[in-house]
């Protein structure tokens, strides 16, 4: 009987286990702190709120989201100065009313995208005109950041939430949509996929090598794994905040959980984020004196698995990590040195 | 020893039904609720207040904002 008693008691307590449906999500067993190196910045360099770091041999590319009158600076390095503003604001022929990423290609010609010209116009990294201007396909909606998965065919996330990736050719046609969102909570509520998309904007990187293509969530702690070779889900993982929260008020979605992840790096071997994990309640209390950016790098394998996790002295918005010497080039919009570097 | 047993199996069968029944209650209330605000919301267009320059896109004026409020 006594028996009997221990094995209702034990699947008692099962049950009582799996009714606690909030789940941990992915977790990294330690942590390393890493101090800023010294950067050795030999002009005046003031940006806005840099944004996006690109590097290639001995040239740094700088995207300034909110820049004065030009968004894209060339720099020399490791000896910071400037070499070259390029990407003005403005309206009229070869301007710019945003640019939301920058991308090098392997022939070295350099990629921008307008979100709201709904443009990428590619530039020859010796010439100051642009070389070609591709117009995006009037079915995309607010594309907010895209990848290159060769010179001429990009992936694309946009807001129609249709699809998760838009692959688009050179000439601005769709060839392929694929995957969707991944969403558990939202799956069977009526929201317009809209919303939805706004929710679940996220950034991408594609790493040509070995055919990965993954995602962070802006809101949220959501990383999104694909195998562009092979066309498959790779791994979807969610963290301690898990997805995007939000409210829908009319037709937008209202975040109010946490500002997630800011940028998103695939290397060979692994895949590099920045995360800042900033409730929207603190946000909202003294907008003005939170810390833009994150001070948590998270770096997790090609398959999802948590590797390392990396406490920064800073909070950097957009970073570039050089796997063959382990150095992380990141940007600081809340300190007047706004280019400092780590070693991983 | 068996009733001590027994004691235990009750306490964790109530403990059981009360997780459940609150938490239903809290999504309950987080239905009325977002769906009250849905209502106000679709009744007039919200004006929505984009502060600040940031990294979140403000879906109403297409800008780049620290955070957008209703």
Known sequence: ???????????????????????????????????????????????????????????????????????????????????????????????????????????????????????????????????????????????????????????????????????????????????????????????????????????????????ILAMATQLGQVIEIYDLKKNEIVNILFGKYGEPEFTNQGSYAIPNGIMGYSDIQVGNDAIYTVFWGTPFKDIQRDPFNTLEGGDMIQVFSLEGKPLQQYILDRHITGFSVNERNKKLIGLDVNNEQQIVEYQL | MKKNVYVIIILIVFISIFTRINSSKKTFLNKLVLKNIECLASSESPGVNCVGIGSLDCPVYNTKVILYVI
């Open chain 1, 1 to 211: 009987m006594n028996w009997y008693c221990f094995k209702l008691l034990f699947f008692l307590i099962l049950f009582q286990s799996c009714i606690e449906t909030n789940s941990s999500g992915f977790q990294f067993k330690d942590y390393d702190e890493l101090t800023s190196n010294s950067v050795n910045i030999v002009d005046s360099i003031s940006f806005r709120y840099p944004f996006r770091v690109r590097q290639k041999d001995t040239t740094l590319y700088v995207l300034d989201l909110h820049g004065r009158q030009f968004y894209c600076f060339q720099l020399f390095y490791p000896n910071i100065a400037n070499k070259k503003k390029f990407a003005s604001k403005g309206n009229g022929p070869e301007e710019f009313l945003s640019v939301e990423n920058i991308r090098l290609s392997s022939s070295g010609d350099i990629y921008l995208l307008d979100a709201n010209k709904e443009t990428i116009s590619i530039y020859n990294t010796n010439e100051d005109s642009i070389k070609k201007e591709i117009k995006l396909p009037d079915e995309l909606l607010r594309s907010l950041d895209f990848a290159l998965i060769n010179d001429s065919l990009f992936a694309i996330a946009d807001y129609t939430g249709k699809c998760r990736i838009n692959m688009v050719d050179i000439n601005g046609k769709i060839q392929q949509k694929l995957f969707q969102i991944p969403t558990k909570k939202y799956k069977d509520v009526s929201y317009s996929k809209i919303v939805l998309a706004q929710a679940w904007r996220s950034f991408i990187d594609y790493n040509p090598g070995n055919g």
